[in-house]
């Protein structure tokens, strides 16, 4: 019992001291805003009207320091929290005794705003205080619910706007879209045809049977940052520098177009690296456009997009490259940035398998 009770106390890891200070300041911001500018907002009765109805402090711990949550989206906020204020005041009018009222007012709030995709924790203090917060709460009935309740909520989630773009975080928050794919059509980026799918996903939220305060597109992408890493940890001791190929046809900049497109032919490439004088890369000529451009030189048809990876770097700095059906081949270069050898798709899928073989067998 003991080890449990420390283990409760023990609780999440300590957020950063940036994060913190990030949080805490965003709420004093925030609320500082909220206040004052809703106080203004209602003219002549600003000096009885409170400056911030008491579970907006708790959107703005929301809202500021795990603005990721879904339930710190704008939705939840302001939906959230006017809903459980109407739902609290409906509760007063109808049943005299707040013994009652009080809890039925958050059960409800609590029921509604998880039927309505909306729920925010918060809102159960604003039920609560619609009911035992006094002659003045019941005094503006439904009024409460939408000044300074709504009012309050909105002004929030737009000074969280603001204060996300000032910080260079998103707010309201958007999961990262998946890679599209490269030929555009509607199969999935090759990446995300391995490994888990949506339905083992889904699956697994169905088996596990609680309420995550997270999104399902934001664990989708978080579990393959875990897939990634742990492949990475995996193959770390491969190099890429030994499994390129070093025997690399390339091009000279001031190379003709039929003489480049001829190599390549004679050769069976599509592609070539143009490397200068000092062997490096200036980037890609292929035979489409050596054919377009037959009587002109080599860098009339160059591509300078061309993925270049040292040659120390693990092949794991090669899955996101040539995975992602918009380049075939990867350059490989050393530290002085001079071409030392290519690695294809081919290349990369023959290393994983044999790598793959390996594990099997040290298994076994």
Known sequence: MTEQILALMRGKTPAPPLAALRGGAGALLGLLFAGLLGRLAIGGESLAHPLLVAPIGASAVLV???????????RSVIGGNVISGLVGVSCALLIPNAMI???????????????????????????????????AVAKAGYLFAFNPVALDSILLVVAGMAYGRLTKHSY???????????????????????????????????????LLDVSRDDL???????????????????????????DVIHLDPHQSAE????????????A?????????????V??????????????????????????????TALLPILSSGHTHEAMIVDPDHRLVGVITQTDLIAVLYRAHIVEAVTAS
């Open 64 to 74: 500021f320091a795990v603005p990721a949550s879904p339930l710190a989206q704008p």
């Open 101 to 135: 009222a009080a809890p039925l007012a958050v059960g409800l709030a609590i029921a509604v705003m998880m039927l309505l995709g909306c729920l925010h924790p918060p809102g159960g203090a604003v039920a609560l205080i619609t009911v035992i917060g006094g002659p």
């Open 172 to 210: 309201p928050h958007r999961a990262a879209p998946p890679a599209p794919s490269p030929h555009h059509t509607r199969d999935p980026a090759p990446g995300l045809r391995v490994g888990f799918t949506p339905a083992d996903l889904d699956k697994a939220l169905a088996r596990y049977g609680e």
């Open 220 to 246: 989708d992408a978080l579990f393959r940052q875990v897939e990634l890493q742990a492949h990475q940890r995996l193959h770390s001791q491969i190099r890429c520098g030994d499994v390129m190929s070093r």
């Open 259 to 270: 003489s480049a497109l001829a190599l390549l032919q004679q050769h069976e490439m599509r």
């Open 272 to 284: 070539a690296p143009v490397i200068d004088a000092d062997r490096r890369v200036l980037g890609m």
């Open 286 to 315: 292929r035979r489409a456009e050596l054919q377009a451009s037959r009587h002109r030189d080599v860098i009339a048809a160059l591509d300078p997009v061309v993925h270049r990876v040292l040659d120390s770097a693990p092949i």
